[in-house]
C-alpha cells in the first residue's frame, strides 16, 4: 500500500463510520489500519468533535463537522485531480 497522509487516514475513517456509525473491527478493516493506531486516531477524532461514540451500541460515528471536514476532503481531491489532468 502507498504511503498515506493523516489527512488521508482520517478521511477513510470518517467515511466508514458515515450513515449508520461502525464497531473498531469494521473500521480497522476498512481504513487499513492496527488496532494501536486506530486507538491514537479515535481519541485525537473524537477531541476534536470529528467523530462520536455510541455507548448503547459500541459504535463510532462521524458528527456533523466530521461531514463537513469529508466533503472538504473531497472536494480539494477533485480539484487537485482536475489540476493534474490538465497538466
Known amino acids: 500500500m ?5 489527512t488521508e487516514i482520517v478521511a ?3 467515511d466508514s463510520t458515515n450513515g449508520g456509525g461502525a464497531t473498531k473491527t469494521k ?3 476498512k481504513a487499513f489500519l492496527s ?3 486506530l486507538k491514537d486516531y479515535l481519541t485525537v477524532l473524537i477531541e ?6 455510541i455507548d ?7 458528527t456533523e463537522k466530521g461531514l463537513h471536514f469529508l ?4 472536494e480539494i481531491g477533485e480539484l487537485l485531480h482536475i489540476t493534474a489532468k490538465n497538466d
Do not use: A, C, P, V
Open 71 to 74: 466533503k472538504m476532503h473531497n
Open 27 to 29: 473500521i480497522m478493516y
Open 35 to 37: 488496532y494501536n493506531q
Open 12 to 14: 477513510m475513517i470518517l
Open 2 to 6: 502507498k504511503y498515506r497522509s493523516r
Open 48 to 53: 476534536n468533535d470529528l467523530i462520536e461514540y
Open 56 to 62: 448503547g451500541t459500541k459504535t463510532f460515528r462521524t
